[in-house]
């Protein structure tokens, strides 16, 4: 069994730019979810995605955007980098079905983004 | 909205001790979901325990047991025989059973410290 897998791993940017984080999910997971993780806090929710559409967003602006691809695998894409998103981005999937939900996620390891 | 709260940013506990970290939450919903997650420094998070609103029973996994307590909307995890391995960020998290939102929302975290 393949677990959730992150690229890349370590990344810096300058305010401004755009980046683009990458996921793949654990086999047999249909759902992933996007977590943001600055330093010394716990994971806040961005978005999630479910059958390649978003399916429940945090408190994110839209300049933070997301793909899911029909295997599964997931972008997030951030566009005009400000100083606050340095942190650590986790992405955890999960099957879920649009009647039950048992809350259990897989995560990976994360990226890190620097912005500078 | 939701909220969980982890009053203990640290905690330290000496090798085959037991140490309890304590975790409150806000919510208005009947049904839910309650977890411990650890994070070790490598840095993926990985789920200790899980916890139904609807069941009364206390949950257990080997060493880490968990004391829940419904109308103090109070979730602490215990942890026997501490072991080296343990040392990790700890974090409290709360979920909604509903399909269409499946994200977890967290505490800060509780650093634990194991001694040998």
């Given at each position: 069994?393949?677990?959730?897998?992150?690229?890349?791993?370590?990344?810096?940017?300058?305010?401004?730019?755009?980046?683009?984080?990458?996921?793949?999910?654990?086999?047999?997971?249909?759902?992933?979810?996007?977590?943001q993780q600055a330093l010394g806090q716990g994971?806040?929710?961005?978005?999630?995605?479910?059958?390649?559409?978003?399916?429940?967003?945090?408190?994110?602006?839209?300049?933070?955007?997301?793909?899911?691809?029909?295997?599964?695998?997931?972008?997030?894409?951030?566009?005009?980098?400000?100083?606050d998103d340095s942190a650590l981005y986790l992405?955890?999937?999960?099957?879920?079905?649009?009647?039950?939900?048992?809350?259990?996620?897989?995560?990976?390891?994360?990226?890190?983004?620097?912005?500078? | 909205a939701q909220t969980v709260t982890q009053s203990?940013?640290?905690?330290?506990?000496?090798?085959?001790?037991?140490?309890?970290?304590?975790?409150?939450?806000?919510?208005?919903?009947?049904?839910?979901?309650?977890?411990?997650?650890?994070?070790?420094?490598?840095?993926?998070?990985?789920?200790?325990?899980?916890?139904?609103?609807?069941?009364?029973?206390?949950?257990?996994?080997?060493?880490?047991?968990?004391?829940?307590?419904?109308?103090?909307?109070?979730?602490?995890?215990?942890?026997?025989?501490?072991?080296?391995?343990?040392?990790?960020?700890?974090?409290?998290?709360?979920?909604?059973?509903?399909?269409?939102?499946?994200?977890?929302?967290?505490?800060?975290?509780?650093?634990?410290?194991?001694?040998?």
């Amino acid at each position: 069994e393949t677990g959730v897998t992150q690229s890349p791993t370590h990344l810096i940017k300058t305010r401004g730019q755009q980046v683009t984080l990458r996921c793949s999910s654990q086999s047999g997971h249909n759902t992933v979810s996007w977590y943001q993780q600055a330093l010394g806090q716990g994971p806040q929710f961005i978005f999630q995605y479910y059958r390649e559409e978003e399916n429940g967003r945090g408190n994110f602006p839209p300049r933070f955007s997301g793909l899911q691809f029909p295997n599964y695998s997931s972008e997030l894409n951030v566009n005009a980098l400000e100083l606050d998103d340095s942190a650590l981005y986790l992405c955890a999937s999960s099957f879920l079905t649009r009647t039950v939900n048992t809350g259990e996620l897989f995560f990976g390891e994360g990226s890190r983004l620097t912005v500078l | 909205a939701q909220t969980v709260t982890q009053s203990q940013p640290e905690m330290s506990v000496q090798e085959a001790e037991t140490v309890t970290l304590s975790c409150t939450y806000d919510t208005s919903e009947s049904d839910y979901y309650l977890f411990w997650y650890k994070q070790p420094p490598s840095r993926q998070m990985i789920l200790v325990i899980r916890q139904e609103a609807y069941k009364q029973q206390n949950a257990t996994e080997n060493r880490f047991s968990v004391n829940f307590q419904k109308a103090a909307k109070s979730f602490s995890l215990k942890i026997s025989d501490s072991q080296l391995g343990d040392a990790a960020m700890y974090f409290c998290a709360y979920s909604s059973p509903g399909g269409s939102q499946g994200n977890l929302i967290f505490g800060k975290g509780t650093k634990l410290s194991v001694k040998p």
